[in-house]
């Protein structure tokens, strides 16, 4: 019985050192996993922040060009004005060298028609409204289209106070 003793105890120290070695190489095994896996979240974060700079990066382009558009819309809307302008006081020298009129004597002859500022106004508030729209469009574009936030509960549950 001694003789068995001593050798199931044998047989417990070695599945004892047996079972610590297995259970080392899986440790070492599962820490080179969660090393990949840690890798490899890394790697997707950086992805996602690359995609999240290329995003604004084109966001800030559109905005760029849209702002480049709106400069030369208002650069071509002053030199239209300033055509317009002299063009009047172009006309204006022609009428004084004809005479003003009965009415030019009273200060009646202007003002019975649409002044031209009110055309050039409506006009720039169009082109205005159309280069917005543009760059709503745009925007969606680069974005993608808004998700409607999810109201609904997770069971269907109303969990709000009831009054």
Sequence with gaps: ??????AAQGFTVLAMVAG??????DRQV????????DQKEKEEKRQRWIRELEVRDEE????KAMMA????QVQAARAASAAAAAAAEQKGEEESKQGPGVLGALGLSGGW???????DSDAQAEKERKAADEAAAVMRKVRGPIKPKDTST????DDSPKK
């Design 30 to 37: 599962s820490q080179e996993i969660r090393k990949l896996k």
């Design 20 to 25: 610590g070695m297995y259970y080392s190489k």
């Design 60 to 63: 800030e382009k559109a905005l």
């Design 1 to 6: 019985m001694f003789r068995a003793r001593v």
């Design 113 to 119: 028609g649409k002044p031209q500022e009110t055309v």
């Design 69 to 72: 558009d709106r400069k030369a």
């Design 154 to 157: 997770k069971d269907g549950i």
